[in-house]
């Protein structure tokens, strides 16, 4: 006891404390702790060993010179136990002042238990309301939104519940419903704005949102106190990048890189990345982009710079790269905003190049496209895949069994023109039989797949029901017609409503030749010479003369045909002549 009344004493000396003999110590403590002396107060205490009626204001002046000297940890747990051994009357207020402190600190979770033990505890207190107010705002703080606005609905239209439920209706997403309450509380009562920084942000961040740029930039300027003015920077860069100022949006998100929050400044790099490829700074903007994965942890924002990242790494054309920084925003259980448009850019534009790179991406990512909503997008994919691959096979069956009735039908006819490559005309039959369909391409392929089966009068059926006939069907026609003469005359129709090429002049020839139509084989023999840049093959111009030179009564004489004709024929006739001479051999058929 008397090294306690030295140390009071002394303290009592050094802070220059004149004090009644007959002061207790705990009195001279709370007298310290008013004069704002918490260090002194301290000293006493550490000495001090109060008995059971003055430990709850004991722990009570410790906690508060804790307070004063940084010392937060050891307040609240002082605080604590203070209203642990405090009489019923006094816990109530004890209570509040431990989530008053809690708040203070920023421990939002902690300050709302306790505020809900109050309202629980104390229901007819005369400070229920201020309790209900604080916790309304701490839920907002937490993002506990819906359990905000059921406490502030309970306390009346004041102008601070209704400013608190505009502002947590806005970090709803809420916009037009928190405007429609903003509104006629920026005309009515501009006295809390001024005392509410928070407040004028959130009014801010909503004119920005709702389309009012204009007037969102001078609630934003306003607002000048740390940390929030670095949230109002980010909001102005906001605004001037969608303006297209992206050098003006950079000087503000400069600012926002001297905030004490790491979050604020990742923010920042990220947009600051989308300036500075708005101006076509990529080196820049890669920067920014690679120091947020560097240096920052994992979040929105980190999403965000790998999405960037993969964009400028396909531009430059580095795939790899580009599905490095992709893959950890594909692969979770559901794929970062904006991730799947960028990976079917991807795979384009490795489709387009070529290469295995192309393969190794659709191997990996196909069962994330693979949806009936995907189909266009499929399709795109199906003509980028070679038919020698399995991927190819696979995604047309997929396609077949899954695509709408139109896409079922494009399926179709690719997995039959698959198999009857490799010979299965039965299982290519089976696709096309399964798809009811009067369409031009299904009837080509039916027929050729009867056609290579030698149903030769089916396949003549079918593809007599064509509608449009196109320079390819010359081919599949022709072999028809040399197969079912029956399909001659029909031949004689197509060549009426489509040229052949070239290449088919001949053969088209011999067949009139065989059947009959002399007049029209010496036509096309005729335009087989005669037409096109490039001059017949020898065989064939051997060929061709040899039928003309042998049709010659059928023109009459003295015309241009009937010279060209003789002059075929006796070239005809000096080329057997050479092949005897110098091969020893004659023309072959």
Same mark, same amino acid.
């Given at each position: ?319 790899? /790269? ?29 489709? /387009? ?67 009857? /490559? ?44 064509? /509608? ?122």
């Amino acid at each position: 006891m008397r090294s306690l009344w030295l140390v009071i004493v002394l303290t009592m000396l050094n802070v220059g404390i004149c004090t009644a003999n007959n002061s207790s110590p705990l009195q001279l403590v709370e007298q310290l702790v008013n004069e704002h002396r918490g260090y002194d107060a301290i000293n006493i205490l550490k000495v001090y060993t109060p008995d059971s009626k003055e430990r709850s204001k004991y722990y009570y002046l410790y906690a508060k010179a804790s307070e004063m000297n940084g010392k937060f940890h050891e307040a609240t747990n002082y605080l604590r136990l203070s209203y642990l051994y405090a009489p019923e009357t006094e816990r109530a207020s004890l209570m509040l002042q431990r989530a008053e402190l809690s708040l203070r600190l920023k421990r939002f979770h902690e300050a709302a238990a306790l505020l809900k033990l109050f309202i629980m505890y104390y229901p007819e207190h005369e400070l229920l309301q201020t309790v209900e107010f604080l916790l309304a705002e701490t839920y907002r703080k937490i993002g506990r939104y819906r359990d905000a606005l059921r406490y502030y609905r309970r306390l009346g239209e004041s102008t601070e519940v209704l400013f608190g439920i505009a502002n947590t209706l806005h970090l709803m997403g809420r916009y037009r419903e928190a405007y429609k309450i903003y509104l006629p509380l920026l005309r009515k009562d501009r006295d809390y704005l001024s005392s509410s920084e928070e407040t004028r942000l959130y009014v801010g961040e909503n004119l920005k949102v709702i389309g009012r740029p204009e007037d969102a930039r001078l609630y934003l300027l306003s607002v000048k106190g740390s940390p929030l003015r670095y949230r109002a920077y980010l909001d102005l860069a906001d605004i001037t990048l969608a303006q297209d100022k992206p050098k003006e949006a950079i000087r503000n998100l400069q600012l926002c890189l001297l905030s004490p929050e790491w979050v604020i400044r990742r923010k920042a790099l990220v947009m600051m990345a989308e300036a500075n490829m708005m101006l076509g700074r990529v080196e820049e903007a890669k920067a920014n982009l690679l120091e947020v994965k560097r240096n920052y942890p994992p979040g929105v924002d980190y999403d965000r710079a790998s999405l960037l990242l993969t964009r400028l790494y396909r531009q430059e054309g580095n795939i790899a /790269k580009a599905e490095k920084e992709l893959r950890h925003l594909i692969l979770r259980t559901t794929p970062f905003k904006g991730a799947m448009k960028e990976l079917k850019e991807l795979l384009l534009q490795a489709g /387009k190049s070529g290469g295995d790179d192309f393969l190794v991406l659709w191997r990996r990512y196909r069962r994330f496209l693979l949806r009936p909503s995907e189909e266009g997008f499929l399709l795109r994919m199906a003509s980028l895949l070679s038919d020698e691959t399995i991927e190819y096979h696979h995604l047309w069956r997929w396609l077949f069994e899954n695509g709408s009735a139109t896409v079922r039908e494009r399926a179709a006819i690719r997995l039959a023109d698959l198999f009857l /490559k490799i010979g299965d005309t039965n299982l290519a039959l089976r696709y096309l039989k399964k798809v009811e369909s009067a369409s031009d391409g299904h009837r080509r392929m039916l027929s050729r797949a009867y056609y290579l089966k030698g149903d030769y009068a089916r396949a003549f059926r079918v593809f007599q029901g064509i /509608k449009r006939f196109r320079r390819q069907d010359i081919s599949h026609a022709l072999n028809l017609a040399l197969r079912y003469k029956r399909a001659v005359s029909f031949f004689r129709r197509v060549l009426r409503e489509v040229s052949p090429d070239r290449e088919y002049l001949v053969p088209i020839a011999d067949l009139f030749y065989i059947n009959g139509y002399r007049k029209e084989a010496l036509r096309y023999y005729r335009m087989a010479v005669t037409g096109g840049a490039e001059p017949l093959q020898e065989d064939e111009r051997w060929w061709v003369s040899y039928r003309l030179g042998s049709q010659m009564d059928v023109y009459p004489r003295g015309t241009l045909m009937v010279a060209l004709s003789r002059v075929l024929k006796k070239q005809q006739e000096l080329d057997e002549e050479l092949r005897r001479v110098f091969y020893g051999s004659g023309p072959s058929k």
